[in-house]
T-cell receptor, first 112, second 116 residues
Framework: GENVEQHPSTLSVQEGDSAVIKCTYS??????FPWYKQELGKRPQLIID?????GEKKDQRIAVTLNKTAKHFSLHITETQPEDSAVYFC???????????FGKGTRLSVIA | DTGVSQDPRHKITKRGQNVTFRCDPI?????LYWYRQTLGQGPEFLTY????????KSRLLSDRFSAERPKGSFSTLEIQRTEQGDSAMYLC??????????????FGPGTRLTVL
């Protein structure tokens, strides 16, 4: 089955700096790669996603890149703000509507 | 609130008791998923439904776990003879189930289970 590895497990950055979180996956049949943000005590919320027919996607300060050959994808957050502090999870699945396999999460702390 | 809802939000039970959780998906969402999340980990898939049909069960789902979605709307997850290892956050998610490019899985707030 699919296995998703996520690094780093914790990340601290100064406000205004960029943050990068990386994930690798094992199943070449995976075609959908979402990123979720989870604040303490709250539900995971989708922040951006990418499908395998696209190499990069951007939404304001957030971007995701995908290298399907190497089976890895990354989340980039620019101009970080304190409210970006949360746990971020990458995930992989075959389609948008099939079960997600999540990484273990990255705890991002943005220091003001 | 028109999002995914779950009830109860918290449940404390004694080992050996049975518990049941309920999930109400977003209206008109055909697919409903159950995940389990333990402290410091990402959500782990348990099972999912297309309308009332259960499509897949994870190997994580022991015989003590059963899930239903009898009318294709809300779903219940029952755990029989609870064990301390069942303590976790149980998350429900739903999606339209359409093949369109904008569909996604929306999560509920979760039910936190503590088994004493």
């Amino acid at each position: 089955g699919e296995n998703v590895e996520q690094h780093p497990s914790t990340l601290s950055v100064q406000e205004g700096d960029s943050a990068v979180i990386k994930c690798t996956y094992s199943d070449s049949a995976s075609n959908y790669f979402p990123w979720y943000k989870q604040e303490l005590g709250k539900r995971p919320q989708l922040i951006i996603d990418i499908r395998s027919n696209v190499g990069e996607k951007k939404d304001q300060r957030i971007a995701v890149t995908l290298n399907k050959t190497a089976k890895h994808f990354s989340l980039h957050i620019t101009e970080t703000q304190p409210e970006d502090s949360a746990v971020y999870f990458c995930a992989a699945s075959r389609t948008r509507n099939t079960p997600l396999v999540f990484g273990k999460g990255t705890r991002l702390s943005v220091i003001a | 609130d028109t999002g995914v809802s779950q009830d109860p939000r918290h449940k404390i039970t004694k080992r050996g008791q049975n518990v049941t959780f309920r999930c109400d998906p977003i209206s008109e969402h055909n697919r409903l998923y159950w995940y389990r999340q333990t402290l410091g980990q990402g959500p782990e898939f348990l099972t999912y439904f297309q309308n009332e049909a259960q499509l897949e069960k994870s190997r994580l789902l022991s015989d003590r776990f059963s899930a239903e979605r009898p009318k294709g709307s809300f779903s219940t997850l029952e755990i029989q003879r609870t064990e301390q290892g069942d303590s976790a956050m149980y998350l429900c998610a739903s999606s339209l189930g359409a093949s369109g490019s904008t569909d996604t899985q929306y999560f509920g707030p979760g039910t936190r289970l503590t088994v004493l």
